[in-house]
Structure formats: structure tokens, C-alpha cells
DNA sequence: TTAACATGTAATTCAAGTAGTTACAAGTCG
DNA sequence: CGACTTGTAACTACTTGAATTACATGTTAA
């Protein structure tokens, strides 16, 4: 199964608060951005202030950023909204046969391999800062808008 | 949620396959080794089959290997029974708000962003064949059999 | 040819996780 | 006080994984 979009959500409601920092982001505004409902937003946002990258108080309308955009990655975020301290990302089947040579040891050779692996997809992931997506939101937007307008 | 385990099933499969290459490998006897049903490991060396990798056919018991264990990767076996080849790895939330910076740029900007992680953790697995699975195996197995007889 | 056995596959069930939704307690502020 | 917001819990619907059962199809040997 693929990696929950709590993760894509979470890096859209970091690159929202610093394009619309001028304005106070409810989870009622977010959500609207992401498309979802605010609840799910809230949990979210939770999540993000959990791992210090946002700040959110009851009662308190909006969300603001915690830290600098060049000091959040993507890896914070994956980490912040996957619940995967305590699960890994690859699953291995349980109870082999230990009286198989392969049974009584498959799990043990094939975790420090995935754990390579793994560890290969994180640092991937945190050497994206969420300053690169917000950059890329913006160029982005930037190309889209002119070719709008020379197509008029 | 995990990537499944269908991935270290398959691979348990192909390791048994080579270490026990000299019996005949049905489905029921290679069930009792990863400890599940036989209608599953059918499924899975179905799908190891249409990658190429192991030769099995309808009525004749056994599954052998297709190809020597230095031409199969962990990344081979990924792809063989995961059914990634139309689902990405990251989800990604979808019909954020076009009306918004953001949501019209986020699914644009991550899915680069994304799919070079991805290749990272495929980079990884590629880097791993079979033959070194098998070859860990036989060295834990050896070292935990070593230590059985030294206790003695 | 037939009986025994193996693979291929569909259908069913159960469990777990995701995401959407509603509802409401608790906190804040004009 | 009253309007608004966040934090959560509860519930539903949906999807996927895995186990299980059953049976059609294919093979082999007596």
C-alpha cells in the first residue's frame, strides 16, 4: 500500500503557511487548500506541532511556523505525521519455520538490508527542505501564470 | 502502512529454492517454511513467474529458479510482486483547491520530488542480489550452529 | 483410463489502516 | 456572555493484506 497522504498534506499545510503568512490560517481555511475537512487538518497539524515544526493553541485561530523553511524537510514531516517509530517500512512475514535454515534466519538477514534501503529514501527525503518545495510552488505558479497571460 | 510482505515472502521463496534446490519445492512444502497457506505461495511464485524468475507450471509439482542468483536483485522481486508499476509509493492527497497557489502546484512540485526518493530506495534494493541473501543465510546459520556446539 | 497429486485462481472472511464526517468539550477573546 | 477555534473521540465507508476454502485444470504413474 502506498505511504498515507498525511505526508503530502503535511508538506502542502507547511508551504501554506508561509505563502499565506500574511493571513491567519484556521484549520477552516486549510482545509479548503487541501480539500479535505478542518478536522482531519487539525489532527495533522497536531502532528506537525508534536514535532516542533508548527505552533497551534487551543482556541487560538491559526497555525504559524515554528522554524525557518531551510531548517524543515521533508523528512521531518515524514516522520512527524508516519507513525513509523514503531513500524517500518517494509514488512516482514512473521513466524517462518525455524526448523528451515531459511525460516530460522530470513528476518535477521533481510532487516539491516532494508534498513539500508530505508535509510536511502530518508536521506533523499531530508535533503528537500520544505524552502525548496515553496520555491518550486512559486516557479511554478510564476510559468503557469505567464503562459496564461501571452496565450490571451 | 508497510510495503507488504509479499516482497520478503518472495524473497524467502527464492532463497529456499536455491538451498533446497535438491528436493522438489511445492507449494505446500515452501508454505511450511514461511509458515503460511499454500494458495498464497502460489500467488507469489505466480508473480515471480511472469518476472522471470522462477520456472513453475500447472500440474507439475516443484518451482525451480529461472535465472542464476547474481541476476536477481532485491529490486526484481519488488517489482514482481509489488503492484507499484501502477500505484506510486507516496500518496499524494488529490483535488487540492486549484484556486490556491498551493493546491495547484503541490501535486506538480512533489511528484519529482517523490519519484527521486523512490529511485533512491530502488537503487538500494538493486544494489542486492538473491545470491547475497542466500550467501547471509548460510553465514548466520552457520554462526548460530557454531555457537549451539560450543555451548555443549 | 483412472486415481492421486500439484498448480492456478476465484470467492470468502477477517483484520487493519486511511480518510471523511459529525459532534462536542475546552480554550480564547472581543 | 457569546462567537469562534482547536483538540478529540466516535462512527462510517472504503481499500488492502492475508488466511482460508474450494475447485477447475493439468500431469504422472499405476
Not at 32 to 60: D, E, F, H
Not at 114 to 141: H, M, P, R
Request: aromatic share 4%; hydrophobic share 40%.
Amino acid at each position: 500500500m502506498s505511504i498515507s497522504t498525511r505526508f503530502s498534506v503535511g508538506i502542502h499545510i507547511l508551504s501554506l503557511l508561509e505563502l499565506n503568512k500574511e493571513s491567519v490560517n484556521t484549520s477552516d481555511y486549510m482545509a479548503k487548500s487541501v480539500n479535505t475537512n478542518p478536522a482531519l487538518i487539525r489532527k495533522i497539524t497536531g502532528m506537525l506541532k508534536m514535532a516542533g515544526l508548527v505552533n497551534v493553541r487551543p482556541g487560538i485561530a491559526g497555525a504559524t511556523l515554528a522554524k525557518g523553511l531551510s531548517d524543515m524537510t521533508l523528512l521531518d514531516v515524514y516522520h512527524a505525521v508516519n507513525v513509523t517509530s514503531d513500524k517500518e517500512l517494509f514488512g516482514i512475514h512473521e513466524n517462518p519455520n525455524p526448523a528451515c535454515p531459511v525460516g530460522r534466519n530470513i528476518q535477521s538477514s533481510l532487516e539491516p538490508i532494508f534498513s539500508v534501503a530505508e535509510l536511502a529514501l530518508e536521506k533523499a527525503l531530508g535533503a528537500v527542505t520544505i524552502e525548496d518545495v515553496v520555491k518550486e510552488i512559486i516557479e511554478k505558479d510564476k510559468r503557469s501564470n505567464s503562459r496564461k497571460d501571452s496565450a490571451i
